[in-house]
């Protein structure tokens, strides 16, 4: 895997290309208004950064990270992400996104909904339990005392290793929570979000989490 594209110029897509950008990765990073909006943040990054559209940053991906609002998603077209792996790094909050009624009476996730929107790629749930600036401030090299732990889920496994494993090159251990459908333990609101945890903590956390309708 060489390239990154990402959907999203906010504060998680500009993190995770900082940190792809620091380990060696090229990144294609697009927005919903247009590459040219992006000239000053691409000089930014360097000359292994490049703005393109959202079909551009989806086709020449190895790997695609979508970090835009959830209820923007439906307006991505499925066709330039089907066959990718692609990062999902959202979260709901009813009060930017709307309400969701699948997610409200908890019979999904969020994730789960991106894979069925983007019904033609590999959907990893990763990146949603991390503050954007700590995913550069607390990534550590492989076998350091105090790495964090990010989690990753999703229905493909050779997917999930293919995220685990840009996860580990950027800085972090992996926590693999198996299928899409356990994403929620890691939703806001739960214990382990935005900590700052290691592996073994981490698990603990994830374990103990409850679903919204029995807090």
Not at 173 to 192: A, F, K, N, Y
Request: charged content about 20%; cysteine-free; proline content about 5%.
């Amino acid at each position: 895997m060489s390239t990154v594209g990402i959907v999203g110029a906010g504060n998680i897509g500009t993190a995770v290309a900082k940190a792809a950008l620091g380990h060696g990765y090229d990144v294609v990073i697009a927005n919903s208004r247009g590459p040219e909006t992006l000239t000053g943040l691409v000089a930014e990054l360097g000359p292994r950064a490049k703005a393109g559209t959202v079909e551009e940053a989806a086709s020449r991906g190895d790997l695609v990270v979508v970090a835009v609002p959830l209820k923007n998603v439906a307006d991505l077209d499925p066709a330039p992400f089907a066959g990718k792996t692609v990062v999902d790094a959202n979260n709901y909050y009813p009060q930017r996104d709307g309400q969701i009624a699948e997610l409200d009476d908890e019979s999904t996730t969020t994730s789960e909904l991106v894979q069925h929107h983007l019904a033609g790629a590999r959907v990893v749930k990763a990146f949603n339990h991390i503050p954007a600036a700590e995913i550069l401030s607390t990534a550590r090299p492989a076998g350091a005392s105090d790495r964090r732990a990010l989690i990753v889920a999703g229905d493909d496994g050779t997917a999930r290793a293919q995220v685990a494993a840009f996860l580990d090159s950027i800085g972090f251990d992996v926590l693999d929570l198996g299928p899409l459908s356990e994403g929620w333990r890691i939703q806001r609101d739960t214990p382990g979000y935005v900590q700052n945890l290691n592996r073994t903590d981490l698990a603990t956390k994830v374990a103990e989490a409850r679903r919204y309708r029995d807090m």
